[in-house]
């Protein structure tokens, strides 16, 4: 296995532990407006709230470093 996959995933796994300690230990309502884009406040569960973001962050992440390596296609043209 490659070493630096593992540290992504111990990366991952802390940051998810993280996040279900949050969820646990904050287990109240929270109200959430972003007035241009939303016309009323969400209320949710903090739990559902952390998830969320969380979620964003990884997809933002993701998007943002997908692409733009280099091809595979690999040897020399000649062969």
Avoid at 9 to 28: I, K, P, S, W
Avoid at 33 to 47: D, H
Avoid at 51 to 56: C, E, G, K
């Amino acid at each position: 296995m490659n070493a630096k996959l593992l540290l992504k995933t111990l990366f991952l796994l802390v940051v998810l532990f993280f996040l279900v300690l949050m969820g646990r230990e904050n287990r109240g309502t929270v109200e959430f407006t972003l007035p241009p884009v939303l016309p009323q406040k969400i209320t949710l569960p903090s739990a559902v709230m952390y998830f969320a973001f969380f979620a964003v962050g990884v997809v933002t992440g993701t998007v943002l470093t997908a692409g733009g390596g280099k091809s595979g296609g690999g040897g020399k043209p000649g062969k």
